[in-house]
């Protein structure tokens, strides 16, 4: 058998072999919390018993042991019985109560023994075995505690086991007791003691950390049982608003192809049938815009999260994102306007993703905001260095409860078929994937009627001091 074997069956591996403390520190903090509260019960018994035990003790010594040693019977009941009624009452004190607890039974432990062995070595010769039994009983009882560890068990039953062996061979001259069997019986109840906690705790321990296993693997299978159920729900909102998506656009084009294709259009004139070609044509711009947008998202979750980062200028580039969103904006009567410092330092990012994730938000705010409306587009640098650009507009708003749904992928606030806003709802979710590829986050604050104010921050890694022109 070699040492590994050995050493798991004294003790498991996550456990120290002779403290028996977890090797997780915070796992160790946890047992001894639910240890201290799972035998507070006992705690309650043992103390009651101890206290019953400890008096009958008293009073039986008192009754066989001489004159002189009577002085010591109300010394005994004053000490150890307020000790052992503290110790039984004693209940939950802050983070260290387990190291209380110990700390308290020690001192209780020690006080009552030393009162015995004390009357033990200045008793007369014929009181010595009545006083050795009651060391014994107090020994074992002690031994016994219910809320006591091995490590404990150990700083106590040594040092007494010790000291009685010592009172014993000074004390044996003057004594009928037989030295080498006294001793061998103090030695075999100390180990019996010792190995009794050992065993005990190791199965205690064994039992908890295979409860946390289990609780743990019961909270990893709870998770992927929510993403599973997540994914499914996203699957189902993806297949309603996709097909939802392409059947107008198709329904358009097989209609207005099946007129032409029929003659029908051609009965109408030269115009209906330009007119029904760029409704086709239109149609099939949507359909292939949709098409995109679901490639785009696809490709940014699971093929290719990488950027190609270059230095920019923010406010370049800011500006040129603005003049290309301004013929959008300027079909519903609104404007894009900028609040840009000229001072504002370069950007490490990818310029493409940057125009992308700004075009997102700047469309999702044209597309909530009532005709007329303004869009502000801003950057600033904080306070941490870091780099944020934000994208506001004055539209319909938002719960902010429902902030973190509408980053879900496929979701919008006005599910159904018959919603006024067209789209997949993939624009936050992918703004978010790209924002997360740089290091960086999305931030979202509404409130309904108040409009919507989306951030893009980049971290301070990302941003660069603008070296100052040369002259």
């Given at each position: 058998?070699n ?9 498991p591996r996550e ?7 977890f090797q997780?520190?915070?796992q ?6 639910k240890?201290?509260?799972?035998t ?9 018993c101890?206290i019953?035990?400890?008096?009958i003790m008293?009073?039986?010594t008192?009754h ?7 002085n010591?019977f109300?010394?005994?009941?004053i000490?150890g019985?307020p000790l ?6 004693y209940?939950?004190?802050g983070?260290?109560t387990?190291?209380?607890?110990m ?11 030393s ?23 107090i ?8 809320r006591i560890?091995f490590?404990w068990?150990?700083m106590?039953?040594v040092p007494?086991?010790t ?5 014993i061979?000074l004390?044996?001259?003057k004594t009928?007791?037989p030295f080498?069997p006294?001793?061998v ?10 190995f009794?906690?050992?065993s005990r705790e ?9 409860m946390?296993n289990?609780?743990?693997?019961n909270?990893r299978a709870?998770?992927?049982?929510e993403e599973?159920?997540?994914a ?10 996709v ?10 084009i097989?209609?207005?192809s099946e007129?032409?294709?029929?003659g029908?259009?051609?009965?109408l004139?030269k115009?209906?049938?330009s007119?029904?070609?760029s ?5 099939g711009?949507?359909?292939l815009?949709?098409v995109?947008?679901i490639l785009h ?7 290719d ?5 270059e230095?920019l200028?923010v406010v370049d580039?800011?500006q ?9 904006a300027?079909?519903?009567?609104s404007?894009i306007?900028?609040?840009?410092r000229n ?8 310029p493409d993703?940057?125009r992308?994730?700004?075009?997102n938000?700047a469309?999702?705010?044209l ?9 502000d587009?801003s950057?600033q640098?904080?306070?941490d260095?870091?780099?944020?650009i934000?994208?506001r507009d004055f ?6 409860l429902l902030l973190?749904?509408?980053l879900?992928?496929?979701t919008?606030?006005?599910d159904?078929?018959n ?9 936050l ?9 740089h290091g960086?986050r999305l931030?979202?604050?509404?409130k309904?009627?108040k409009?919507t104010l ?14 100052p022109?040369?002259?």
């Amino acid at each position: 058998m070699n040492w590994h074997r050995l050493r798991h069956m004294l003790a498991p591996r996550e456990l120290r072999l002779l403290s028996l403390k977890f090797q997780d520190r915070r796992q160790e903090q946890i047992f001894q919390i639910k240890w201290i509260r799972a035998t507070r019960g006992l705690n309650y018994l043992w103390g009651a018993c101890a206290i019953i035990f400890y008096v009958i003790m008293t009073v039986v010594t008192d009754h066989y042991t001489s004159h002189v040693d009577n002085n010591y019977f109300w010394f005994r009941i004053i000490i150890g019985v307020p000790l052992l009624i503290g110790l039984t009452a004693y209940k939950e004190w802050g983070r260290y109560t387990a190291q209380i607890t110990m700390i308290y039974f020690l001192i209780c432990a020690y006080t009552i023994f030393s009162i015995s062995l004390i009357q033990f070595y200045l008793s007369a010769e014929r009181d010595s075995v009545v006083l050795l039994l009651e060391m014994a009983a107090i020994f074992v009882f002690a031994q016994h505690f219910s809320r006591i560890l091995f490590v404990w068990n150990l700083m106590f039953s040594v040092p007494c086991s010790t000291v009685t062996i010592i009172a014993i061979y000074l004390k044996g001259p003057k004594t009928n007791l037989p030295f080498l069997p006294v001793i061998v019986t103090v030695v075999v109840l100390t180990l019996t003691g010792l190995f009794s906690c050992y065993s005990r705790e190791v199965f205690v321990r064994r039992n908890f950390a295979t409860m946390r296993n289990l609780e743990r693997q019961n909270e990893r299978a709870n998770k992927l049982a929510e993403e599973a159920q997540g994914a499914n729900e996203a699957k189902s909102r993806f297949l309603a608003t996709v097909s939802h998506e392409l059947r107008t656009p198709l329904n358009a084009i097989l209609g207005y192809s099946e007129m032409i294709n029929l003659g029908i259009a051609e009965r109408l004139g030269k115009e209906k049938i330009s007119e029904y070609a760029s409704y086709i044509h239109d149609s099939g711009a949507n359909l292939l815009k949709l098409v995109n947008q679901i490639l785009h998202f696809t490709k940014s979750e699971l093929i290719d999260r990488t950027v190609k980062p270059e230095i920019l200028d923010v406010v370049d580039r800011l500006q040129g994102i603005a003049a290309q969103l301004q013929p959008l904006a300027a079909q519903s009567g609104s404007t894009i306007q900028l609040n840009l410092r000229n001072d504002l330092p370069t950007l490490i990012a990818d310029p493409d993703r940057l125009r992308q994730m700004v075009t997102n938000l700047a469309t999702n705010a044209l597309k909530f905001s009532p005709a007329g409306a303004n869009i502000d587009i801003s950057a600033q640098q904080l306070n941490d260095n870091s780099l944020v650009i934000e994208v506001r507009d004055f539209g319909i708003g938002m719960d902010p409860l429902l902030l973190e749904y509408v980053l879900e992928p496929f979701t919008q606030l006005d599910d159904g078929l018959n919603r006024i806003n067209d789209g997949l709802g993939i624009g936050l979710p992918l703004t978010k994937s790209l924002m997360e590829a740089h290091g960086g986050r999305l931030e979202l604050e509404s409130k309904p009627g108040k409009g919507t104010l989306a951030k893009l921050i980049f971290p301070p890694e990302a941003v660069k001091v603008r070296e100052p022109k040369v002259a």
